[in-house]
């Protein structure tokens, strides 16, 4: 079973729509990221949250919305996309909580990616 | 700033041959260090991280990387490379005032000749 696994893996659309990422983790973890990968390969945080609560929140449009239903699952939606949000966003989680993460050894496991291309 | 740099943008080997990639970081601290590795198409998966203790650090598919202070540096090596390790690598860190931001360098893309 894959341990972080994100859907769709690839989504092409047309400029002004609003489409959702969806993730999820079956390792039990606590926190979990929402990573993007722009055109040049550079990968920045968007957010993470612990247990349903948002820890971070890098500077991201607010048309990027997270939503954690539940701890081991978190979406991403955005509105009214534009050419510039083509990217590869990327899920992640780890266990321990933020502050903490990988100083007490623990490490972010990455999901596959989404390829979001807007046209 | 906390930053790490990829000084290297692209690399290409002869299969069988070693390979160095170099890592430079800048935190306050020491770090805790990490190598990802990003296949064409794939996402990203972990070969090895640094927290404390020992310098070199061994991860999976024969890589090794080496912290050292003096430095600043976390390169990656393998003694012989495969076709297959022909992807994208990432040098990554955090620091403890960073929380879970982890910082990525801007990777290196190392191709394989035959």
């Known amino acids: 079973d894959t341990a972080v696994s994100q859907t769709p893996k690839y989504l092409v659309t047309q400029m002004g729509n609003d489409k959702s990422i969806k993730c999820e983790q079956n390792l039990g973890h606590d926190t979990m990221y929402w990573y993007k990968q722009d055109s040049k390969k550079f990968l920045k945080i968007m957010f993470s949250y612990n247990n349903k609560e948002l820890i971070i929140n890098e500077t991201v449009p607010n048309r990027f919305s997270p939503k954690s239903p539940d701890k081991a699952h978190l979406n991403l939606h955005i509105n009214s996309l534009e050419l510039g949000d083509s990217a590869v966003y990327f899920c992640?989680?780890?266990?321990?909580?933020?502050?903490?993460?990988?100083?007490?050894?623990?490490?972010?496991?990455f999901g596959e990616g989404s390829w979001l291309t807007v046209v | 700033a906390q930053s790490v740099t990829q000084p290297d943008i692209h690399i290409t080997v002869s299969e069988g041959a070693s390979l160095e990639l170099r890592c430079n970081y800048s935190y306050g601290a020491t770090p805790y260090l990490f190598w990802y590795v990003q296949s064409p198409g794939q996402g990203l998966q972990l070969l090895l991280k640094?927290?404390?203790?020992?310098?070199l650090v061994q991860g999976i598919k024969g890589f090794e990387a080496e912290f050292k202070r003096s430095q600043s540096s976390f390169n990656l090596r393998k003694p012989s490379v495969h076709w297959s390790d022909a992807a994208e690598y990432f040098c990554?860190?955090?620091?403890?005032?960073?929380?879970?931001?982890?910082?990525f360098g801007t990777g290196t893309r190392l191709a394989v000749r035959p």
């Open positions: 640094y927290f404390s203790g020992d310098t």
């Open positions: 992640a989680s780890s266990q321990a909580p933020p502050g903490q993460g990988i100083v007490g050894g623990n490490t972010i496991y």
């Open positions: 990554a860190g955090l620091s403890g005032s960073s929380g879970d931001k982890l910082t």
